[in-house]
């Protein structure tokens, strides 16, 4: 089983950045597939970047893509996203994702942190 606390959210103004880390523990995440989703108010929960247990292939929603960046530190056990040039829409709780890359119904969440973009 994996544990997921995700870290760094905070209000910041339209164009700024954000890093967003999520910390692993309980189990090593180098077996994971790992994502980060966001669900604003009132919508649902959207895949926003994902990269695979090796970290050689990511994806991103068209809506940040060459605005965001997902990262993995394995031996950390540790994901990243790296947030630049940030709109009010990108204003949302972000959740860090776990799922195993062969048994696809092992999957973990965190607890979410809050981004909020507004001047």
């Known amino acids: 089983q994996v544990q997921l606390v995700e870290s760094g959210g905070g209000l910041v103004q339209p164009g700024g950045s954000l890093k967003l880390s999520c910390a692993g523990s309980?189990?090593?995440?180098?077996?994971?597939?790992m994502s980060w989703h966001r669900q604003a108010p009132g919508k649902e929960r959207e895949l926003v970047a994902s990269i695979v247990i090796a970290g050689g292939s990511t994806n991103y929603a068209d809506s940040v893509k060459g605005r965001f960046t997902i990262s993995r530190d394995n031996a950390k056990n540790m994901v990243y996203l790296q947030m630049n040039n940030l709109k009010p829409e990108d204003t949302a709780v972000y959740y860090c994702?776990?799922?195993?890359?062969?048994?696809?119904?092992?999957?973990?969440w965190g607890q979410g942190t809050q981004v909020t973009v507004s001047s």
């Open positions: 994702n776990a799922r195993h890359w062969s048994l696809r119904n092992l999957s973990y």
């Open positions: 309980g189990s090593a995440i180098n077996m994971y597939d």
